[in-house]
């Protein structure tokens, strides 16, 4: 119970299954470390549904919230007119130092666009990044970026590292977190425009930079973090995803054909049961929304108990071990990612330089 | 033997295996197709090898070719110099009339190279387009390009959808293809730049286009052609890859952990066995490269005697059917694609086409 003092803002209303899967799977966590909960929704709903569980001894508090963000909402006006969403009231929630962190299973794109209008992006990051985390054989793997943004320049890549490099620190534990950028070859030079910049500018970081790694080594590597443009990480999750279902449900059709093949899949039931563990995405539950001023996880939609569980646990890993804090002091070591470091160059130099340039576009979120 | 006088050139020194699979997996074409075969490479090694085999009523010939492209090789610079590589001259067979098509197992990127500079790209097509055949449960996909470019322009994903459904119509005979834009969400407007003007683009074209897909599309619609930027289709088809591999390897380990999942393995062997059929990438054998003056087929490094056969069976498809010439006359009804359209409409309109610029960039393979 270490974490007693921290809260957590819990976007109860979103998902698939709403408050009957969100409220018992942050119960548990909030039981296994002591952290406290800010559910917030609908008042009557949520209270009914704490009712079924014994809570009286934790740090549970409903904060009523009248609407959920639908699917499509993300644009700016839209949101400022609509201020009572569940997602809007959590994150101000922490605006308002109410809380510290808030894990949603809401929609991916109103609650990256809401979470970044109220809280703000840590200062030198000029995008922030949604992370994934495979599981793996060996050990899991932080992808970075899954669709927050597309056309991102080469120093949101590097930015992108920076951030997933102190959460798998942090949360993940490891001590020296091999980073690779998801590329089509492995020399230096291979890839289009975007990555051989990034290339460049990730070998002059203090991060463990390994190289381009390949689309065959996402699930047979030893690296802990592979970063790409939310384009391609988006297609190569849900490519992922996608081909996980249609193995499982192949085998599942080929297996049930005939009476010895039934029999052999009763038998062996133990063993693809195992399979199904090792390759189970709730292990990890939350996708960390990395690069605001504030925890932020969201959930898959289909997140059941255990993944809202997990989701909360890390978010409180990532709030008590102060996880923004050392971004912030990485980012400080870099200055040449600033956004402004190239005018700076240029005003202090006289002369342009050469690399890293289209600096305009859009900052808005896709996804 | 329908196909007689039609030539296949074969750069029978590729490949993981070389000649003593090339050979006889092209060979087992031929006898199914009555096509004949021009074999590439070192004479004394491939006479060998043919000496294996009874082929005296086939059309076969020995063309004789010094050296072997190696992986890196693919700067014209260097290719100029080395003029007998078997690539090479399989390509100058085609060049002199000698062949229709080639098929090769070896390096993809020399191979892009030299056959782009022997053979020439089809008037209209700014780059040619790497093509791979997925296996799926329902139908095969078509994904197009797999890497022989990259930072790809919007109008060159919609040539992409061109000769990809001419393939799709010809060599897989499905009669109205649907084309899809490989993206990160299904709606218009949806994803980076280039595929949202290709979307506006592939819209106006008389090519049954459906929309964008998500990745988890790919592996479970009936998408038939799912167009993309080489960097994203190459990560995409080295991802699953990689993911099948993983799976079958995961199998293998949980089901030969105790007696008793094995003897369940034993028995359900035929379904799990099964699986592997329909997960066969050798069904399909080789990638055709799209775009050139002449039929292309790359076939994967490790291509087994059937998946070289079948290879061969899809150029000579492709080359009977005249698919080329289909991809010329669709060309020819969309001037819009080509890369002169904007200037030439500049100077009629006097005034700037607002839509898909930056012109410029490398025309040169990568991959």
């Not at 119960?27 to 909960?37: C, H, I, K, Q, S």
């Not at 930079?209 to 999750?237: K, T």
């Not at 195992?274 to 289909?302: M, Q």
């Not at 059941?304 to 102060?322: H, L, R, Y």
């Amino acid at each position: 119970m270490s974490n007693k003092g921290t809260v957590m803002a819990i976007d109860a209303m979103g998902g698939d299954w709403g408050p009957s899967v969100i409220v018992p799977g942050a119960l548990r966590a909030a039981r296994e470390t002591g952290v406290g909960l800010r559910f917030v929704g609908r008042d009557s709903e949520l209270r009914l549904e704490l009712e079924q569980h014994s809570c009286q001894d934790l740090d549970v508090e409903v904060v009523h919230a009248d609407e959920v963000a639908e699917a499509g909402e993300k644009s700016s006006h839209r949101m400022r007119k609509k201020r009572g969403t569940s997602i809007q009231v959590a994150s101000h929630l922490i605006k308002d130092g109410r809380a510290q962190g808030l894990v949603s299973a809401g929609h991916t794109g109103p609650t990256l666009a809401t979470t970044m209008l109220v809280l703000g992006r840590i200062k030198g990051i000029d995008r922030p990044g949604l992370a994934t985390i495979l599981p793996r054989e060996n050990k899991p793997l932080l992808l970075v970026d899954v669709g927050a943004n597309v056309d991102s320049k080469p120093r949101h890549l590097v930015q992108f590292a920076i951030m997933a490099d102190t959460l798998a620190r942090n949360v993940l534990k490891e001590s020296s977190p091999k980073v690779g950028i998801l590329n089509i070859g492995e020399e230096q030079g291979k890839g289009n425009a975007q990555v051989t910049e990034a290339y460049a500018m990730l070998k002059s970081t203090s991060l463990n930079f390994v190289g381009n790694m390949e689309g065959r080594d996402v699930f047979q590597s030893d690296i802990d973090i592979a970063v790409c443009d939310g384009f391609v990480g988006n297609i190569a999750l849900k490519l992922s995803e996608g081909l996980g279902r249609a193995f499982g449900k192949m085998l599942k059709q080929e297996l049930s054909r005939n009476r010895m093949s039934k029999l052999g899949a009763l038998m062996a039931r133990p063993a693809l049961n195992r399979i199904g563990k090792r390759l189970d995405y709730e292990e990890y539950g939350g996708a960390p929304l990395l690069g605001l001023n504030g925890t932020v996880f969201v959930c898959h939609g289909s997140a059941g108990q255990t993944a809202i569980c997990q989701a909360v646990k890390m978010a409180v890993e990532f709030t008590t071990t102060k996880a923004n804090d050392a971004i912030r002091q990485t980012l400080e070591m870099h200055p040449e990612l600033s956004r402004f470091h190239r005018f700076r160059h240029f005003i202090s130099s006289g002369q342009k330089s050469g690399s890293y340039s289209e600096e305009g576009g859009s900052e808005e979120q896709q996804g």
